[in-house]
Structure formats: C-alpha cells, structure tokens
C-alpha cells in the first residue's frame, strides 16, 4: 500500500497567516493527489485534485503544488473558517490512501 | 451534485447492515463511486470501490471489509448501496459514499473529476 505520510499533525496559526501542509507519498503517484478539508461533524470537503487542480468552488487561497513524490497544500491569508482539519490522499493505486490529517487550530 | 445518504445505526456483531446513497446532478452512470468511513475523531479510509457498467461494472476492497462487504448500484434509479455482514466492533465509523471518478461532456471535451462529491455521512455502530 502507498503511504502518505502527512506534516504537520498539528498546526497553530493566526487570522491572516499564510500555512504549508505537506504530504509525502511512499512512491510515485504521479499527480493523482487530493485535498480535503473537514470540521467537526462534517462531511470532507474536496478542494483540489491531480495535485493542483481547484475543485469547483473552492477559493483560489488554496494552492496545491508538487514535486516528485511530495505533495504541498498552501493557504493563504488565514480566515476563522479556515481553521480545520486537512486531509491528502493518492488514488494512483489501490487502495485509495489519506494522510493522517493535519488540524489547524488559532 | 448531490449524494443522500441513508441507512445505518446500531447492530450487534456477526450482524449485517445496508446503506444507500442517492445520487443527483450528475450523471451517475458515468461515475466510479466510492465508499470512505471514518471512526469519529480519526482518519479516512477508503473500504471500496465501483466503477460505472461502461468501465466494466468491477468492484474492489480494501482488506478489512474484502469477503464482508458489497458494493453494488441501481443506474435506473441513481442509488449506490454498501451490504454489510458479519459486522465486527473495529467497523463502528461514520460511512461516507463519494464520487471516485466522474466525467462530464462539455463544449471542449469531457471534464474528469475526482471526489468531488461527499454525502453527509451515516454512523454505524457496532455493539453488543
């Protein structure tokens, strides 16, 4: 099974703030990368698919990059809704596979 | 695009289950769907998947759930469903079903998407 191994666990930031999220994959999953973010109660919210690509909706404050077999989610100019938890996962291969999670907390 | 999500609640070990997910706004016989479940306050993970008649109609399994569970659909009436049995403790978690793969034609050729839909999710509870 391909691992994504997700950094930070956990992230403190401030109303504003710009933040890096990182995935790291065990192999190469091409660009079949994804990024959601999720609050509590809720539903995973898509934001960006083939590694950089916006979900429909989904503000341009959400940059997804990459490079090789790592995997970047970006923020920008941090809002109270932003604070969350965000997930990458590959579907390159089966099993579909997430990271841990990162939670972003103020 | 929307997905409805209905089904789950509580039920003993060695029971069995079945959750549906309706689906509309897009074209759902075009679409791989998957289903994801989550134990509450931990991370996704992804139990299977089935791909659209066009491609075939197969399914796949993660480990834990492969011999369990089932997934199928009813095109005619843009449902998904998951048929779970022998249920165990370990798969108490809230379910989610999810477009896998989808594509839609446009004006400039089809447009692919990948979970770009979630449904609400349904608790399932495991217990004695």
């Known amino acids: 099974d391909i691992q994504m191994t997700q950094s930070p666990t956990s992230l403190s930031a401030s109303v504003g703030d710009r933040v890096t999220i990182t995935c790291r994959a065990s192999?190469?999953?091409?660009?079949?990368v994804g990024w959601f973010q999720q609050k509590p109660g809720k539903a995973p919210k898509p934001l960006i698919s083939d590694a950089v690509s916006l979900q429909s909706g989904v503000p341009t404050k959400f940059i997804g990059s990459s490079s090789g077999t790592d995997f970047t989610l970006t923020i920008t100019s941090l809002q109270p809704e932003d604070f969350a938890t965000y997930f990458c996962q590959q579907y390159y291969s089966l099993p579909i596979t997430f990271g841990h999670g990162t939670k972003l907390d103020i | 695009v929307q997905l409805v999500q209905s089904g789950g609640g509580l039920v003993k070990p060695g029971g069995s289950l079945r959750l549906s997910c309706a689906a509309s706004?897009?074209?759902?016989?075009?679409?791989?769907m998957s289903w994801v479940r989550q134990v509450p306050g931990k991370g996704l993970e992804w139990i299977g998947r089935l791909k659209s008649k066009a491609d075939g109609g197969t399914t796949q399994y993660a480990a834990p759930v492969k011999g369990r569970f089932t997934i199928s659909r009813d095109d005619s009436k843009n449902m998904l469903y998951l048929q779970m049995s022998d249920l165990k403790t370990e798969d108490t978690a809230v379910y989610y079903c999810t477009t896998d793969y989808r594509w839609e034609p446009g004006q400039w050729g089809a447009t692919d998407y990948y979970f770009d839909s979630w449904g609400q999710g349904v608790l399932v509870t495991v217990s004695s």
């Open positions: 706004g897009f074209t759902f016989n075009n679409a791989w």
């Open positions: 192999q190469d999953v091409r660009y079949n």
